[in-house]
C-alpha cells in the first residue's frame, strides 16, 4: 500500500459516501413536504462481493450501503422511501475502453424503473444478483472466482494495449 492508496481512499469515500449523504442532509426539508418523496442510492455489486484492485471503491459502496439501510429504517416513521440500486457492469462514460460484458443503460434503466414502480427498496439488476447469491451461499468462492477473473481481464487489457495477447 502506498500514499496514493490513501488519497484514492479519502476521494472514493468522499465522493461516494460523504456527498450523497450531505446532499440528502441538505435536501431534508424538500423531502419532508413531499408526499411521495423517495431517495435512490446507487451502490455496486461490490457490496456483495469486494474487488480486491478496487478495494477503496468497494469500500466506499459498501459504505453507502449501511447507511442506506440505516437510512430506510429511520426514515419509515416519516414515509419517506430509501431504495437502493445495485448495478452490473453497465455501458457507461467509467467502463469506456473495457474489455467486459456489460449491460447497456438503456436496458439497466429500464430494470431499474420497472423495480422503482414495483415497489422494490433494493434493485438489484442482472449480475449483481448472482453476487448477493454467492456472497450468501459460498462467500469465499465468489470472492476467489470474481477477483481471479477481474486479474485475468485487466491482464489481457494491459497486454492488447502493447498489442499482445494473454495465454494462460
Ligand atoms: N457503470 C457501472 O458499471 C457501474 C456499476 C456499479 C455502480 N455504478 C455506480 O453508478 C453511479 C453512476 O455511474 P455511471 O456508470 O453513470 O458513471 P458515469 O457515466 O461515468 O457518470 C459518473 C457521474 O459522476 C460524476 N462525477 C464523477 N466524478 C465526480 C466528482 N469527483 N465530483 C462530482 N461528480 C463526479 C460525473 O460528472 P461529469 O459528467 O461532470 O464528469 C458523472 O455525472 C456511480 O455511483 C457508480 O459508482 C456504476
Not at 474487488?51 to 416519516?78: D, E, H, M, P, V
Request: hydrophobic share 40%; charged share 25%; proline share 4%.
Amino acid at each position: 500500500m502506498n500514499s496514493q492508496y490513501i488519497t484514492t481512499l479519502e476521494s472514493e469515500l468522499a465522493i461516494n459516501l460523504v456527498a450523497p449523504m450531505a446532499l440528502i442532509k441538505e435536501l431534508m426539508p424538500v423531502l419532508d413536504k413531499n408526499v411521495d418523496a423517495t431517495i435512490v442510492n446507487v451502490t455496486s455489486g461490490y457490496v456483495f462481493i469486494p474487488s480486491a484492485q478496487s478495494s477503496s471503491y468497494s469500500a466506499s459502496k459498501i459504505g453507502l450501503r449501511a447507511i442506506t439501510q440505516g437510512l430506510r429504517f429511520n426514515l419509515q416513521k416519516k414515509s419517506i422511501r430509501v431504495v437502493e440500486v445495485v448495478p452490473p457492469a453497465v455501458d457507461t462514460q467509467m467502463n469506456k475502453g473495457k474489455n467486459m460484458s456489460m449491460m447497456t443503460s438503456e436496458l439497466f434503466a429500464q430494470k431499474v424503473f420497472k423495480g422503482l414502480i414495483g415497489g422494490q427498496d433494493e434493485i438489484v439488476v442482472g449480475i449483481s444478483k448472482l453476487g448477493k447469491l454467492l456472497s450468501r451461499i459460498a462467500p469465499k468462492f465468489g470472492f476467489k472466482k470474481m477477483n481471479t477473473d477481474e486479474e485475468k481481464q485487466r491482464m489481457e487489457m494491459r497486454l492488447a494495449e502493447v498489442g499482445l495477447h494473454y495465454k494462460e
